[in-house]
Nanobody, 113 residues
Framework: VQLQASGGGSVQAGGSLRLSCVAS????????MGWYRQAPGKQREWVAT???????NYANSVKGRFTISRDNAKNTVPLQMNSLRPEDTAVYYC????????WGQGTLVTVSS
């Protein structure tokens, strides 16, 4: 399966963005799915994960501000990002794991102060 991330852009601090990860095939058996991000000059870090049963986990840095969901009918995994901060600036990558690990290409999020 191929993953396509979109929805990035530029926003001021306090604003919101909604990222989307669309899979080329069914995501019903892809467990878990989620998002990582990589800020300039930093290592890639985990952001959020959702299981096929809908259980979610978040990095402490985004808990309470970001919400991950999944729509198995549309094969999408959105990431709603609210109360954005300059430190959220990064390239965001979606991922999914079945028999192997799948990465989507990144989408850039820039948050200005």
């Amino acid at each position: 399966v191929q993953l396509q991330a979109s929805g990035g852009g530029s926003v001021q601090a306090g604003g919101s963005l909604r990222l989307s990860c669309v899979a080329s095939g069914s995501i019903r058996n892809i467990n878990p799915m989620g998002w990582y991000r990589q800020a300039p000059g930093k290592q890639r870090e985990w952001v959020a994960t959702i299981t096929s049963g809908g259980n979610t986990n978040y990095a402490n840095s985004v808990k309470g501000r970001f919400t991950i969901s999944r729509d198995n009918a549309k094969n999408t995994v959105p990431l709603q990002m609210n109360s954005l901060r300059p430190e959220d600036t990064a390239v965001y990558y979606c991922f999914g794991q079945d028999s192997r690990f799948h990465w989507g290409q990144g989408t850039l999020v820039t948050v200005s102060s």
